[in-house]
C-alpha cells in the first residue's frame, strides 16, 4: 500500500474510534496535512492573464481570459491548459511567485493531451516541484486540485481523491476533486506535495481543446501526469508540438468493448499502408501488449505520439506477422470518390442503379439506370453497402473494373471516380414504396411529443404516412433557439418529409435561448431513440440548425458521423477550440453552409470553408432565399434540401 493510502486509512480508522476530543485533533491534522502539502508547492503556482484574440461566432463562446499555470523549469518554462488559449490571446502576462507579473509566450502545444508550453524572462531561478509517477498511485489517495484563476496571491484549494489511473484511452489521472476553469493549467498534488500532474479538461468522445469541459466542477476531472510530459520537455521547448500519433485505419464494428480490432479499411499511403497492414488483418498486439479488443488499441494509441514507433503484431489469415509503424502527425487528407450513382432502396441483396447522375464518372463510362453492379474491381458486390466500401476504400486517382450485368450480359467499364460535388446536384425521383407493399403493423406516424423524460430539452417528431410502406426512412433534426425558430418553418418540413420519405425530429436547447457543447449528447440520444422506433438510413440523416443550433447541427456530426452524413449550418461556423476529424472512408460528413448574400456570417466563415475543402471534406456554400435574412427558411430553401437529403446516399 502506497505511503499517501496508509495515512488516509489511518486517518480515516483512528477517526471512527476517537472520542469527540481526539476527532477534532485529527481534523487539525488533516488539514495541517493538507496545508503543509499545498504550501510545498504553492511558488510553482502562477496567474494567467491573455489579453486580446479572435472572438467567438456562431457557437457557445468559450475559453476563459484568466488561467492557471505550473512551472516545470527553473529558468521559466510553464505548463498550463489549452482550454486557456484557445481565442489565440494577442498578448500573455504571468504573475509570478514574487507578484511580478511579466510577459509570457507560447512555446509549443501539446494537442494530444491539450497542454501548452509557455516561457517567461525570469533573473531568478524559479521553484520546480517534485513530480510523483503514476505506477506509484492508487485510486483512493488523496488528491489535492490547486488553481490561481482567480487569485493571484493564494491558490484555491479543492481536496478529493485518485478515482482512477488511467482515464481518457491511457492520457489522464481521474479525481473527484471539483475541477474547472477556477484551476485547469494548475497541479493535482497528493499529501505530501508531488505532483500527480497538469489538471485539464479532457474527454474520451472529444479530442478538441474543449472536450470534457461539460465535466466541470461535477466530480470528474483529469490530470495529465507531469512526469510523463517531463520525458517529452526537451521537445516542447524546442518548439515542436507534439501531436496524436495516427496509424491511419478505420476498424470493423461499432462496440469498441467487446470488438476485436480487425481492420476495414487502410486509408492510402498512411503509416499503416506503408508497413504492410492490409484490410482484413487483425491486430493483436503493439509493443508486448496484448489487443484482445479495440478499447485496448485506443489506450495504446491515446498514450502515443506522432513520431513514435511501435511494433504491431498482426494476425492474419493463420499466420502471426510483425510490422514497425512510425506513428504520423498528419495524413494525407481522405478525398471520397464519387461514381455518381443512385442505387435502389427497396433492393437490400444488390446494388441496382436507379440513377446515373449528369457530367460524372459512371455516366462517362456508360453505367446505365438498371444495370445491377456485381463487382468492383476484385470486390464481390451483393449489397449497396458493400459497393460503397469498395469504392470509398480503393486507391484513388486511376481507373477501376466495375463489372455490371444489363439484362443477361456481363459488361465490364473502366471508371475513373471524380471529387464529390461542390453544389447542389439536380432533382433525383421522390423515394417510392415497391410494388405491391402493404402497410407494416404498428408504425406510429404522425406528429408526437418526444422529449426525454431525463432531459430538459422540448423536443417534438413528425413521421410521414409513407413510414409504414417504405423500407427505411431519412431523417432530419431541426435545432433551433431563441434567433432561429423552428415554427414557422414546422408545416413545410412536414409537407415535404411526406414527399421525400423522411421523418423530422425537432429538438430545442435546454436553455430555450442557445445550445451549448455538452447538449452534443442529447441530441444523440434522441436520434438513437429515433433509430430505435423506425427504420432510418444514416446515409440520408442530416442535422439542419441555425445559428448556435447550426454549430450544434457541425459539432454533433463532426463526433456522430456512424448516425449523421449531413450537416446544414444556417448563420453560423464552427465553434472554436472544436477538433473538426478527418475525413475518413468509412465515415462520411457532407457539410452545407446557408448563408443570406454578403452577409458578415458569410465572409467569417469563408476561412472555415477552405479549411474544410483542404481537408477534401465535401462542402457546398449556398444562400439562403428567405425573406428573413438566416433566421428562417423559406419554403424554396426547404424544397432545396430535401433534394439534396434525398440524394445523400449516392455513391
Given at each position: 500500500?502506497?505511503?499517501?493510502?496508509?495515512?488516509?486509512?489511518?486517518?480515516?480508522?483512528?477517526?471512527?474510534?476517537?472520542?469527540?476530543?481526539?476527532?477534532?485533533?485529527?481534523?487539525?491534522?488533516?488539514?495541517?496535512?493538507?496545508?503543509?502539502?499545498?504550501?510545498?508547492?504553492?511558488?510553482?503556482?502562477?496567474?494567467?492573464?491573455?489579453?486580446?484574440?479572435?472572438?467567438?461566432?456562431?457557437?457557445?463562446?468559450?475559453?476563459?481570459?484568466?488561467?492557471?499555470?505550473?512551472?516545470?523549469?527553473?529558468?521559466?518554462?510553464?505548463?498550463?491548459?489549452?482550454?486557456?488559449?484557445?481565442?489565440?490571446?494577442?498578448?500573455?502576462?504571468?504573475?509570478?511567485?514574487?507578484?511580478?507579473?511579466?510577459?509570457?509566450?507560447?512555446?509549443?502545444?501539446?494537442?494530444?493531451?491539450?497542454?501548452?508550453?509557455?516561457?517567461?524572462?525570469?533573473?531568478?531561478?524559479?521553484?520546480?516541484?517534485?513530480?510523483?509517477?503514476?505506477?506509484?498511485?492508487?485510486?483512493?489517495?488523496?488528491?489535492?486540485?490547486?488553481?490561481?484563476?482567480?487569485?493571484?496571491?493564494?491558490?484555491?484549494?479543492?481536496?478529493?481523491?485518485?478515482?482512477?489511473?488511467?482515464?481518457?484511452?491511457?492520457?489522464?489521472?481521474?479525481?473527484?476533486?471539483?475541477?474547472?476553469?477556477?484551476?485547469?493549467?494548475?497541479?493535482?498534488?497528493?499529501?505530501?506535495?508531488?505532483?500527480?500532474?497538469?489538471?485539464?479538461?479532457?474527454?474520451?468522445?472529444?479530442?478538441?481543446?474543449?472536450?470534457?469541459?461539460?465535466?466541470?466542477?461535477?466530480?470528474?476531472?483529469?490530470?495529465?501526469?507531469?512526469?510523463?510530459?517531463?520525458?517529452?520537455?526537451?521537445?516542447?521547448?524546442?518548439?515542436?508540438?507534439?501531436?496524436?500519433?495516427?496509424?491511419?485505419?478505420?476498424?470493423?464494428?461499432?462496440?469498441?468493448?467487446?470488438?476485436?480490432?480487425?481492420?476495414?479499411?487502410?486509408?492510402?499511403?498512411?503509416?499503416?499502408?506503408?508497413?504492410?497492414?492490409?484490410?482484413?488483418?487483425?491486430?493483436?498486439?503493439?509493443?508486448?501488449?496484448?489487443?484482445?479488443?479495440?478499447?485496448?488499441?485506443?489506450?495504446?494509441?491515446?498514450?502515443?505520439?506522432?513520431?513514435?514507433?511501435?511494433?504491431?503484431?498482426?494476425?492474419?489469415?493463420?499466420?502471426?506477422?510483425?510490422?514497425?509503424?512510425?506513428?504520423?502527425?498528419?495524413?494525407?487528407?481522405?478525398?471520397?470518390?464519387?461514381?455518381?450513382?443512385?442505387?435502389?432502396?427497396?433492393?437490400?441483396?444488390?446494388?441496382?442503379?436507379?440513377?446515373?447522375?449528369?457530367?460524372?464518372?459512371?455516366?462517362t463510362s456508360g453505367v446505365q439506370p438498371g444495370d445491377k453492379i456485381v463487382k468492383y474491381d476484385d470486390t464481390e458486390i451483393d449489397a449497396p453497402q458493400t459497393l460503397r466500401e469498395a469504392v470509398a476504400t480503393a486507391e484513388p486517382d486511376v481507373a477501376h473494373k466495375l463489372v455490371v450485368l444489363r439484362g443477361d450480359v456481363e459488361q465490364t467499364l473502366d471508371v475513373t471516380p471524380e471529387s464529390m460535388p461542390n453544389q447542389f446536384l439536380a432533382a433525383t425521383a421522390k423515394p417510392a414504396a415497391p410494388e405491391g407493399a402493404e402497410d407494416r403493423e404498428g408504425i406510429v406516424t404522425g406528429e408526437s411529443d418526444f422529449q426525454l423524460a431525463e432531459e430538459k430539452n422540448s423536443a417534438k417528431l413528425f413521421v410521414p404516412e409513407a413510414a409504414k410502406k417504405l423500407p427505411s426512412l431519412g431523417l432530419v433534426v431541426l435545432l433551433g433557439d431563441a434567433e432561429f425558430k423552428i415554427e414557422p418553418q414546422w408545416e413545410s418540413w412536414k409537407k415535404h418529409a411526406e414527399d421525400f420519405g423522411y421523418a423530422v425530429l425537432e429538438i430545442q436547447p435546454a436553455s430555450?435561448?442557445?445550445?451549448?457543447?455538452?447538449?452534443?449528447?442529447?441530441?444523440?440520444?434522441?436520434?438513437?431513440?429515433?433509430?430505435?422506433?423506425?427504420?432510418?438510413?444514416?446515409?440520408?440523416?442530416?442535422?439542419?440548425?441555425?445559428?448556435?443550433?447550426?454549430?450544434?447541427?457541425?459539432?454533433?456530426?463532426?463526433?456522430?458521423?456512424?448516425?449523421?452524413?449531413?450537416?446544414?449550418?444556417?448563420?453560423?461556423?464552427?465553434?472554436?477550440?472544436?477538433?473538426?476529424?478527418?475525413?475518413?472512408?468509412?465515415?462520411?460528413?457532407?457539410?452545407?453552409?446557408?448563408?443570406?448574400?454578403?452577409?458578415?456570417?458569410?465572409?467569417?466563415?469563408?476561412?472555415?470553408?477552405?479549411?474544410?475543402?483542404?481537408?477534401?471534406?465535401?462542402?457546398?456554400?449556398?444562400?439562403?432565399?428567405?425573406?428573413?435574412?438566416?433566421?428562417?427558411?423559406?419554403?424554396?430553401?426547404?424544397?432545396?434540401?430535401?433534394?439534396?437529403?434525398?440524394?445523400?446516399?449516392?455513391?
Open positions: 500500500m502506497s505511503k499517501p493510502l496508509s495515512i488516509l486509512s489511518c486517518l480515516l480508522g483512528l477517526l471512527l474510534l476517537a472520542s469527540p476530543g481526539q476527532a477534532q485533533q485529527l481534523n487539525v491534522a488533516e488539514q495541517e496535512a493538507i496545508q503543509a502539502a499545498v504550501d510545498r508547492v504553492a511558488a510553482s503556482v502562477v496567474q494567467i492573464e491573455t489579453v486580446g484574440g479572435l472572438i467567438e461566432g456562431g457557437g457557445p463562446i468559450e475559453g476563459a481570459s484568466r488561467t492557471t499555470g505550473t512551472i516545470v523549469s527553473p529558468d521559466g518554462f510553464i505548463l498550463s491548459t489549452l482550454y486557456g488559449f484557445i481565442q489565440e490571446p494577442s498578448g500573455i502576462l504571468v504573475t509570478m511567485p514574487s507578484g511580478k507579473r511579466v510577459a509570457g509566450k507560447i512555446i509549443a502545444k501539446d494537442t494530444q493531451r491539450n497542454l501548452i508550453l509557455l516561457k517567461v524572462e525570469t533573473d531568478t531561478e524559479l521553484a520546480v516541484p517534485e513530480g510523483v509517477a503514476r505506477e506509484q498511485l492508487q485510486p483512493g489517495q488523496w488528491a489535492i486540485a490547486l488553481g490561481k484563476t482567480f487569485a493571484k496571491d493564494v491558490p484555491s484549494v479543492s481536496v478529493g481523491i485518485v478515482s482512477a489511473t488511467h482515464r481518457v484511452w491511457g492520457k489522464a489521472v481521474q479525481t473527484d476533486a471539483k475541477i474547472s476553469p477556477n484551476n485547469y493549467g494548475g497541479p493535482l498534488i497528493d499529501i505530501q506535495g508531488r505532483v500527480i500532474g497538469i489538471l485539464t479538461p479532457l474527454s474520451p468522445q472529444d479530442p478538441g481543446a474543449t472536450g470534457g469541459f461539460e465535466w466541470y466542477d461535477s466530480g470528474i476531472g483529469f490530470a495529465v501526469p507531469l512526469t510523463e510530459i517531463q520525458q517529452r520537455l526537451d521537445t516542447l521547448k524546442e518548439g515542436e508540438d507534439l501531436k496524436p500519433g495516427l496509424l491511419g485505419i478505420n476498424l470493423k464494428g461499432k462496440d469498441i468493448v467487446a470488438d476485436p480490432a480487425e481492420i476495414a479499411a487502410v486509408r492510402y499511403n498512411s503509416p499503416a499502408q506503408v508497413a504492410g497492414i492490409q484490410e482484413k488483418d487483425i491486430l493483436i498486439g503493439a509493443n508486448g501488449r496484448p489487443i484482445e479488443r479495440q478499447a485496448q488499441l485506443k489506450h495504446i494509441l491515446g498514450e502515443a505520439y506522432a513520431g513514435d514507433t511501435l511494433e504491431f503484431k498482426v494476425k492474419r489469415g493463420d499466420e502471426e506477422l510483425t510490422f514497425s509503424v512510425t506513428l504520423a502527425a498528419e495524413l494525407i487528407p481522405y478525398e471520397r470518390p464519387f461514381l455518381g450513382i443512385q442505387l435502389d432502396r427497396n433492393t437490400l441483396d444488390a446494388a441496382v442503379v436507379t440513377h446515373v447522375f449528369d457530367d460524372t464518372a459512371a455516366k430555450e435561448s442557445r445550445w451549448t457543447r455538452p447538449e452534443i449528447s442529447v441530441v444523440r440520444k434522441m436520434i438513437d431513440r429515433v433509430r430505435d422506433n423506425y427504420n432510418i438510413d444514416a446515409t440520408r440523416t442530416a442535422a439542419v440548425g441555425g445559428k448556435s443550433g447550426g454549430a450544434m447541427a457541425l459539432l454533433h456530426g463532426f463526433e456522430n458521423r456512424d448516425v449523421q452524413t449531413g450537416a446544414v449550418t444556417i448563420e453560423a461556423g464552427i465553434p472554436r477550440g472544436t477538433n473538426i476529424p478527418d475525413n475518413e472512408p468509412l465515415e462520411r460528413l457532407e457539410i452545407v453552409f446557408l448563408n443570406p448574400k454578403d452577409s458578415d456570417t458569410a465572409v467569417s466563415v469563408a476561412p472555415q470553408i477552405e479549411a474544410l475543402e483542404k481537408m477534401k471534406f465535401a462542402v457546398i456554400p449556398a444562400e439562403t432565399t428567405g425573406n428573413g435574412g438566416g433566421s428562417e427558411l423559406s419554403e424554396a430553401d426547404i424544397e432545396t434540401l430535401s433534394n439534396w437529403l434525398n440524394s445523400l446516399d449516392r455513391i
